[in-house]
């Protein structure tokens, strides 16, 4: 068989399961009881290593069959998740990451796991000798053992989290069953049937187990029976009823799960409490419950592939435009009519494309606990990371670009931010520092902040730095307020660190950061307060492609401003301008306004013997909290755009953030707010 054809979704899949196992040895960490998450664990490395097995790969195999070994003693309490132990699983989390990272770059496997195995099997041994030498010397061990007799359901050993769950279940009036199922020896889709079983049962109440696993049902591993374990609020003979209608089912056993005698005592007080309803057993179960039979809603779909639909979705609102302006040109009432219907399809097969492009922040914002842990841990600080709205949904093309920048502030706020816990003491802080991460929706934009409560920045350090390392004048650094000192942190080699270390310096890279959000057509700022923390924020627009835009006119040329940045449009008259500290502004709703002409922005020649009207169009645009009114010659009218990339040689040129073709034809280009107002 060609393993070849199966790569990518190996890999696919492994990075998953990778991600899911550093969070959930996070939370294994701060809950070490959590049997949930530990079977979660145990899932994640089962699967890595059934599919590392299959294609080949022995070193991930046997890496986590001996995680396995570990695992499995943590889920049946014979070892306690102590430190050392979820340290050598992270280490081995990590070189596990190392070794599927080889296998996607192709490059030769020079990583030892023997050193790795060598001490999980010592953990393993170490563990099971120390149960060996004192069977039954807790009470815990004891009700353990009696736990995991074949009482609790027919033959079948249930895990400790699954006797939790019938527990639960007896607690609140519900009945546990082992289904046993039977197929006809001539059945042919084997996996459907079984998918038609596990559907019938979910409709009556929640199943937490099967044998073999849901996977393995999915894909037909398994001979003409299977067992599958309910929670319900049915009968017995209800259930069987249930299977039995449907076809090709030979015969159907249904066996009630037992509640373990030892436990059964203390639950005696207990009152009968109130029955939930079929198929909404209570939280604690849904909690346990195992993966379900996936029904096929969703495919994986190469992001290229997603491009280029995009690209021709692009292209389709292009000539769309143009067919609109040809109907209007040469008023073709026919055509202008079909392209009204057009527009709207176009307009829903656009909406569709850009919402399949949209991932949630989370897929890059989950990468990070793990990365604040182990920091925390080498610069010997105490970091609660708070994450926040990790639903937010950016365009995919914006969220593989904004990992790195994000790493770089959140290294930054750990490593200068944050004091060490006796200095936050003394400070009167909580030795614990609070970093928190947030990304939300604002109007067309996305806002995505790294907050601290640290020590802050300070800007008369910052402008002594400026000066010694000879970026400014002292002069300059005189006539600085602190905002604009403080945003210096982003000017390219500008550093506070005396020794650069490993982890980052504030300053160090910052440039590199800026640079990074601004060719997303992104804005990254400021805000900080010494010994209260500071908080940079990163403002994104949701998608690169296709946007909303007020077409304005200068001196025969047309230019795009992007919807998303302009509060309004007003005519003003020449007088309402006043000049204050040498920068026109004008008095709108009590609030000053600075003016930026966009023609002598853009260094546009004026036509001759033309006199300043004596009605001006101002278009108001906002960045953050600042505004600024754009004077322009006429106002065209809003338009869909797709934005088109400047290309190479023309890269880099402030104030223009792009280029559109529109529907004669021509091409305008993009403002970039941003920088107009700078």
Same mark, same amino acid.
């Given at each position: 068989?060609?393993?070849?054809?199966?790569?990518?979704?190996?890999?696919?899949?492994?990075?998953?399961?990778?991600?899911?196992?550093?969070?959930?040895?996070?939370?294994?960490?701060?809950?070490?009881?959590?049997?949930?998450?530990?079977?979660?664990?145990?899932?994640?490395?089962?699967?890595?290593?059934?599919?590392?097995?299959?294609?080949?790969?022995?070193?991930?195999?046997?890496?986590?069959?001996?995680?396995?070994?570990?695992?499995?003693?943590?889920?049946?309490?014979?070892?306690?998740?102590?430190?050392?132990?979820?340290?050598?699983?992270?280490?081995?989390?990590?070189?596990?990451?190392?070794?599927?990272?080889?296998?996607?770059?192709?490059?030769?496997?020079?990583?030892?796991?023997?050193?790795?195995?060598?001490?999980?099997?010592?953990?393993?041994?170490?563990?099971?000798?120390?149960?060996?030498?004192?069977?039954?010397?807790?009470?815990?061990?004891?009700?353990?053992?009696?736990?995991?007799?074949?009482?609790?359901?027919?033959?079948?050993?249930?895990?400790?989290?699954?006797?939790?769950?019938?527990?639960?279940?007896?607690?609140?009036?519900?009945?546990?069953?082992?289904?046993?199922?039977?197929?006809?020896?001539?059945?042919?889709?084997?996996?459907?049937?079984?998918?038609?079983?596990?559907?019938?049962?979910?409709?009556?109440?929640?199943?937490?187990?099967?044998?073999?696993?849901?996977?393995?049902?999915?894909?037909?591993?398994?001979?003409?029976?299977?067992?599958?374990?309910?929670?319900?609020?049915?009968?017995?003979?209800?259930?069987?009823?249930?299977?039995?209608?449907?076809?090709?089912?030979?015969?159907?056993?249904?066996?009630?799960?037992?509640?373990?005698?030892?436990?059964?005592?203390?639950?005696?007080?207990?009152?009968?409490?109130?029955?939930?309803?079929?198929?909404?057993?209570?939280?604690?179960?849904?909690?346990?419950?195992?993966?379900?039979?996936?029904?096929?809603?969703?495919?994986?779909?190469?992001?290229?592939?997603?491009?280029?639909?995009?690209?021709?979705?692009?292209?389709?609102?292009?000539?769309?435009?143009?067919?609109?302006?040809?109907?209007?040109?040469?008023?073709?009432?026919?055509?202008?009519?079909?392209?009204?219907?057009?527009?709207?399809?176009?307009?829903?097969?656009?909406?569709?494309?850009?919402?399949?492009?949209?991932?949630?922040?989370?897929?890059?914002?989950?990468?990070?606990?793990?990365?604040?842990?182990?920091?925390?841990?080498?610069?010997?600080?105490?970091?609660?990371?708070?994450?926040?709205? +990790?639903?937010?949904?950016?365009?995919?093309?914006?969220?593989?670009?904004?990992?790195?920048?994000?790493?770089?502030?959140?290294?930054?706020?750990?490593?200068?931010?944050?004091?060490?816990?006796?200095?936050?003491?003394?400070?009167?802080?909580?030795?614990?520092?609070?970093?928190?991460?947030?990304?939300?929706?604002?109007?067309?934009?996305?806002?995505?902040?790294?907050?601290?409560?640290?020590?802050?920045?300070?800007?008369?350090?910052?402008?002594?730095?400026?000066?010694?390392?000879?970026?400014?004048?002292?002069?300059?650094?005189?006539?600085?307020?602190?905002?604009?000192?403080?945003?210096?942190?982003?000017?390219?080699?500008?550093?506070?660190?005396?020794?650069?270390?490993?982890?980052?310096?504030?300053?160090?890279?910052?440039?590199?950061?800026?640079?990074?959000?601004?060719?997303?057509?992104?804005?990254?700022?400021?805000?900080?307060?010494?010994?209260?923390?500071?908080?940079?924020?990163?403002?994104?627009?949701?998608?690169?492609?296709?946007?909303?835009?007020?077409?304005?006119?200068?001196?025969?040329?047309?230019?795009?401003?992007?919807?998303?940045?302009?509060?309004?449009?007003?005519?003003?008259?020449?007088?309402?301008?006043?000049?204050?500290?040498?920068?026109?502004?004008?008095?709108?709703?009590?609030?000053?306004?600075?003016?930026?002409?966009?023609?002598?922005?853009?260094?546009?020649?004026?036509?001759?013997?033309?006199? +300043?009207?004596?009605?001006?169009?101002?278009?108001?645009?906002?960045?953050?909290?600042?505004?600024?009114?754009?004077?322009?010659?006429?106002?065209?009218?809003?338009?869909?755009?797709?934005?088109?990339?400047?290309?190479?040689?023309?890269?880099?040129?402030?104030?223009?953030?792009?280029?559109?073709?529109?529907?004669?034809?021509?091409?305008?280009?993009?403002?970039?707010?941003?920088?107009?107002?700078?």
């Amino acid at each position: 068989m060609d393993m070849n054809q199966y790569m990518g979704m190996f890999l696919e899949e492994s990075r998953e399961h990778l991600q899911s196992l550093n969070q959930s040895l996070l939370e294994l960490e701060s809950d070490p009881s959590a049997l949930a998450v530990l079977d979660e664990i145990f899932r994640s490395a089962h699967t890595i290593k059934g599919m590392s097995a299959t294609m080949g790969f022995t070193q991930i195999a046997e890496l986590t069959h001996e995680m396995e070994n570990v695992l499995d003693l943590l889920r049946k309490s014979v070892l306690k998740a102590d430190p050392n132990i979820i340290d050598l699983l992270f280490k081995c989390v990590d070189t596990l990451e190392q070794l599927v990272e080889s296998v996607a770059n192709e490059t030769e496997l020079t990583i030892d796991v023997n050193p790795l195995v060598e001490k999980l099997r010592q953990v393993a041994n170490n563990g099971g000798a120390a149960v060996t030498a004192t069977p039954q010397s807790t009470h815990e061990n004891t009700a353990a053992a009696q736990d995991q007799s074949p009482e609790s359901c027919s033959q079948v050993e249930l895990s400790d989290t699954e006797i939790q769950v019938v527990k639960a279940a007896h607690d609140q009036g519900l009945l546990a069953f082992e289904v046993k199922v039977e197929l006809r020896e001539n059945c042919v889709l084997k996996s459907a049937r079984a998918y038609m079983v596990m559907s019938a049962l979910e409709e009556l109440g929640e199943v937490f187990k099967s044998i073999p696993a849901a996977e393995d049902l999915e894909q037909e591993n398994f001979e003409f029976s299977f067992q599958v374990f309910l929670v319900t609020s049915a009968e017995e003979d209800k259930v069987q009823q249930t299977i039995m209608n449907i076809s090709e089912i030979e015969a159907v056993t249904v066996i009630p799960c037992k509640v373990p005698v030892a436990e059964q005592k203390t639950d005696q007080p207990n009152p009968k409490k109130e029955v939930t309803p079929a198929g909404k057993p209570d939280k604690l179960v849904e909690h346990h419950v195992e993966k379900k039979i996936k029904s096929g809603q969703s495919v994986r779909v190469d992001i290229d592939k997603l491009d280029s639909l995009l690209n021709l979705v692009g292209e389709l609102v292009i000539n769309k435009t143009r067919l609109e302006q040809i109907g209007l040109t040469h008023k073709l009432t026919d055509l202008v009519e079909t392209m009204e219907q057009m527009d709207r399809v176009t307009t829903d097969l656009q909406n569709v494309v850009m919402k399949v492009r949209m991932v949630p922040v989370g897929q890059v914002f989950n990468r990070f606990p793990r990365m604040v842990r182990d920091l925390s841990h080498e610069l010997n600080k105490e970091i609660n990371l708070i994450i926040q709205g +990790e639903e937010t949904e950016l365009d995919r093309t914006v969220i593989d670009e904004i990992g790195d920048p994000l790493v770089h502030l959140l290294r930054n706020a750990i490593d200068h931010g944050v004091e060490h816990p006796e200095e936050r003491q003394a400070n009167g802080k909580d030795p614990v520092g609070e970093v928190r991460l947030i990304a939300r929706h604002e109007g067309n934009n996305v806002i995505i902040m790294v907050t601290d409560d640290g020590k802050g920045i300070n800007p008369e350090i910052i402008k002594a730095k400026c000066v010694e390392k000879g970026l400014i004048t002292q002069a300059e650094a005189d006539k600085m307020d602190a905002n604009e000192a403080v945003r210096m942190v982003f000017y390219p080699g500008f550093s506070t660190s005396k020794v650069v270390t490993d982890v980052s310096g504030r300053g160090v890279g910052m440039d590199v950061v800026k640079t990074k959000i601004e060719s997303l057509g992104g804005r990254v700022d400021v805000e900080t307060k010494v010994n209260e923390g500071s908080i940079f924020k990163i403002r994104l627009p949701l998608t690169l492609a296709i946007i909303q835009a007020l077409l304005v006119n200068i001196c025969d040329e047309i230019y795009a401003i992007p919807l998303g940045s302009i509060d309004s449009t007003i005519n003003i008259t020449p007088g309402d301008i006043k000049t204050i500290q040498n920068q026109e502004v004008i008095l709108l709703r009590g609030q000053i306004i600075p003016i930026v002409r966009l023609g002598k922005v853009l260094a546009i020649p004026e036509k001759a013997n033309t006199e +300043e009207p004596e009605e001006l169009f101002v278009v108001i645009v906002h960045m953050g909290d600042h505004r600024a009114g754009i004077i322009v010659d006429t106002l065209i009218g809003q338009q869909e755009i797709v934005i088109k990339s400047l290309g190479k040689l023309l890269a880099g040129i402030k104030v223009i953030a792009g280029a559109t073709i529109l529907g004669n034809g021509q091409v305008a280009l993009i403002l970039d707010v941003g920088s107009l107002m700078q």
